[in-house]
């Protein structure tokens, strides 16, 4: 089962910027839909980004033009740029690379003044 670490949460005034570094043990950033998830306050888990199996990107309406999914696949790492963070960004986030069935531990981000 791949073991995922995601990290680079924190607490940012709205208007600012985070990037959040998702690592996976084992050879599976370039060959899997690997993505972003939120889940905010009393909300359900939600995509926030991913890549296709085609290697394109896909973002949700929300956070498109602000919010940017890049990988490293020699360091088995997905990253989310995050910038102009608005308060309804807050949420814990976290990585799969299999559309949710598989989750790491999740990284809390709080935009907040």
């Known amino acids: 089962q791949v073991q995922l670490v995601e990290s680079g949460g924190g607490l940012v005034q709205p208007g600012g910027s985070l990037r959040l570094s998702c690592t996976a043990s084992g050879n599976v950033i370039s060959t899997s839909p690997m993505g972003w998830y939120r889940q905010g306050p009393g909300n359900l888990r939600g995509l926030v980004a991913r890549?296709?199996?085609?290697?394109?990107?896909v973002y949700a309406d929300s956070v498109k033009g602000r919010f940017t999914i890049s990988r490293d696949n020699a360091k088995n790492t997905v990253y989310l740029q995050m910038d102009n963070l608005k308060p309804e960004d807050t949420g814990i986030y976290y990585c799969?690379?299999?559309?949710?069935?598989?989750w790491g531990q999740g990284t809390q981000v709080t935009v907040s003044s």
């Open positions: 890549f296709t199996r085609g290697g394109t990107t």
């Open positions: 799969s690379p299999d559309l949710g069935v598989s």
